[in-house]
């Protein structure tokens, strides 16, 4: 076992040198994009289906020997752009990218497993939906992750007597996804929209009544099922009343200190590998200041983290091939009405990291819509800080004059030095005119992330600490066919036929 292992972090230390070895040459440049050949997305399709299917064919084989699957098809992948295309660039920022994403969810996993929340009472149905209501909001404010981490175990140990893999899914669907559509904070795709110029509370303000119409439709049907399943299994939950009589308490609230301190990270840029180091450090205070009998509460160890890190070691480097086709004939795929950004938007979160996928579709909006001359037109009126905006006339003068509108209402600072960057002028041209377009592309990427295992970084890791807790997850395919078919679908469905269509 010991020397398996070591093969193991040796195959992961190689993996990783593969995708980061040439940080200090190309971590300041723009990732180039050169054109791939389409068969090389089949890594990554072989992977996909492996995580889908391998469980069922032989699951003690897979739960073994997943690490050198992921590992074998991501090296196949980074051999194919370092040599074959001699873009290791692009190999690098992937590497980049991963790196943030496992070492943002391995801190908070660590920190929120020195956290122990003791909540009162049996759980009922209403309890359940004002947990996953709660949760979904402070999605918002901890982020999927964060707020996942948090809150899965005392969700699980409230409903411990009649925990069924439902109550998974739907904590999955709520508070790991569709919960943090409101903020940049809440999930990946939306902050790099922040950091591309969308305004922070713009989504907030414009896509409130669209997730709180979801996300109470999917509550709704929570509570149906599990007030089902409270009746089918009351019996059993009433054996046990005087484990239900605890008062509701927080225990390693200095923790909490360090969850900001992540918190607070995420938004630094530069230098490189500052948030990291931060988050790294939070993490390593978090789990030697916390008593041992925390952990022992919360049943903590590194397995779900491991699972998470190798698998999407290899999804990071095998989907790049499928970005990068994707971005490059975004224009011939004919693209061009706000429901097909939804559901492209919505189809390849699912599979796909969200986070790259949105950036994709709002630049493919960027490039569909906004016009080069009308952009010059309205860098000329901020340089002269609005006083010409009485003389534009013309074709484009209602374009521009809402551009500089939302320009001067979200980046008035800004306007006044007369320079504004031209992603935010070209994000506030989407917003004064095409917003419909940017709404569509934020509520996908968010709420689609619910639809696999692999939408988003949170599914895996709830779903490896459920499974701990002998909750009887779904597979991968079960997860798509008996929930998100038949229940988050019909949702989206709905959204798209009231907002989009």
């Known amino acids: 076992m010991l020397r398996l292992n070591s093969v193991m972090f040796y195959l992961f230390s190689f993996l990783l040198l593969l995708l980061t070895s040439s940080i200090p040459a190309f971590a300041g440049e723009e990732a180039t994009l050169v054109p791939v050949n389409p068969w090389m997305i089949t890594p990554f399709v072989l992977l996909l289906l492996a995580i889908a299917v391998m469980p069922f064919i032989n699951k003690h084989w897979w739960e073994k020997n997943y690490p050198f699957v992921s590992i074998a098809l991501g090296i196949v992948t980074i051999l194919y752009y370092l040599i074959g295309l001699g873009n290791g660039g692009r190999m690098v920022h992937s590497g980049i990218e991963y790196l943030s994403f496992?070492?943002?969810?391995?801190?908070?996993?660590?920190?929120?497993?020195?956290?122990?929340?003791?909540?009162?009472?049996?759980?009922?149905?209403?309890?359940n939906v004002a947990f996953l209501g709660i949760g979904a909001l402070i999605s918002n404010v901890l982020g999927t992750t964060g707020a996942s981490m948090i809150l899965i175990r005392p969700f699980l140990r409230v409903n411990r007597y009649r925990l069924r893999g439902f109550h998974v899914i739907f904590f999955i669907f709520l508070v790991s996804n569709m919960g943090g559509a409101l903020t940049p904070i809440g999930d990946p795709p939306l902050f790099l929209g922040y950091l591309k110029g969308v305004p922070?509370?713009?989504?907030?303000?414009?896509?409130?009544?669209?997730?709180?119409?979801?996300?109470?439709?999917?509550?709704?049907?929570?509570?149906?099922?599990?007030?089902?399943?409270?009746?089918?299994?009351?019996r059993e939950v009433k054996l046990h009343p005087d484990e239900f009589d605890e008062e509701t308490y927080i225990y390693g609230l200095p923790n909490i200190f360090f969850l900001a301190v992540i918190l607070v990270a995420v938004f630094i840029q530069k230098p490189l590998f500052l948030r990291e180091a931060l988050m790294v450090i939070a993490a390593t205070g978090s789990y030697y200041f916390t008593k041992p009998d925390i952990h022992r509460r919360n049943d903590f160890n590194f397995h779900p983290i491991k699972e998470v890190a190798f698998l999407f070691l290899g999804i990071f480097a095998t989907m790049v091939p499928a970005l990068d086709w994707l971005e490059m004939n975004a224009a011939k795929i004919g693209i061009t009405s706000a429901g097909q950004f939804y559901w492209g938007t919505g189809i390849l979160s699912s599979v796909l990291d969200n986070a790259p996928t949105y950036l994709n579709f709002l630049s493919a909006s960027i490039g569909l819509f906004v016009d080069a001359e009308i952009i010059s037109q309205v860098q000329h009126l901020v340089s002269t800080h609005g006083a010409d905006i009485a003389t534009i006339n013309g074709a484009h003068s209602e374009e521009i004059k809402n551009t500089f509108a939302v320009l001067?209402?979200?980046?008035?600072?800004?306007?006044a030095t007369g320079n504004v960057p031209l992603s935010d002028i070209q994000v506030c041209y989407l917003i004064g005119n095409h917003n419909i377009y940017l709404k569509a592309i934020s509520i996908a990427a968010v709420f689609f992330g619910a639809v696999t295992y692999i939408g988003n970084g949170p599914n895996f890791m709830v779903k490896s600490i459920a499974e701990q807790a002998n909750a009887e997850c779904p597979s991968f395919f079960g997860y798509f066919v008996k929930y998100s078919l038949p229940i988050l679908i019909p949702v989206f469905i709905l959204v798209w036929w009231i907002w989009f269509k």
Do not use: C, Q
């Open 102 to 127: 496992i070492i943002l969810i391995g801190s908070l996993f660590v920190v929120a497993g020195g956290i122990h929340i003791r909540v009162r009472g049996k759980s009922t149905p209403i309890k």
């Open 200 to 234: 922070f509370f713009w989504v907030l303000a414009n896509v409130w009544h669209i997730w709180l119409f979801a996300s109470m439709a999917v509550i709704l049907i929570f509570y149906i099922v599990d007030k089902i399943s409270f009746h089918r299994y009351e």
């Open 408 to 415: 001067t209402k979200y980046h008035g600072d800004l306007v």
